[in-house]
């Protein structure tokens, strides 16, 4: 059974980082791409990043220039990191994990979620 659990998230003002991590377990993590989705309030789960087996990663327009995705595989854990926060930022993360030989369509496995709040 898989198992993806997320943490770091919290409040922050705006203009400040967070790290989200996301740890994986049960027959999953290297050959599987992993990701990042969020929803905010009144808002439909969006896309932010993926990154892939071979670490290729690619991103949302809207947060490319600001999160950074990466995995430590030996860790079975994958990161989000946050810089230049904004309020419109506020949401819940969600970790996400794809079969192998599956990167598109929706994820196989989400996580329980972690808040982020960011205060103006």
């Known amino acids: 059974q898989v198992q993806l659990v997320e943490s770091g998230g919290g409040l922050v003002q705006a203009g400040g980082s967070l790290r989200l991590s996301c740890a994986a377990s049960?027959?999953?993590?290297?050959?599987?791409?992993m990701g990042w989705y969020r929803q905010g309030p009144g808002s439909q789960r969006e896309f932010l990043a993926q990154i892939l087996s071979n670490a290729a990663a690619n991103y949302a327009d809207s947060v490319k220039r600001r999160f950074t995705i990466s995995r430590d595989n030996a860790q079975n854990t994958v990161y989000l990191q946050l810089n230049s926060l904004k309020p419109e930022d506020t949401a819940v993360y969600y970790c996400?994990?794809?079969?192998?030989?599956?990167?598109?369509?929706?994820?196989?496995?989400w996580g329980q979620g972690t808040q982020v709040t960011v205060s103006s």
């Open positions: 996400a994990a794809w079969r192998v030989g599956l990167a598109y369509g929706p994820p196989s496995w």
């Open positions: 049960g027959s999953i993590f290297s050959a599987n791409a």
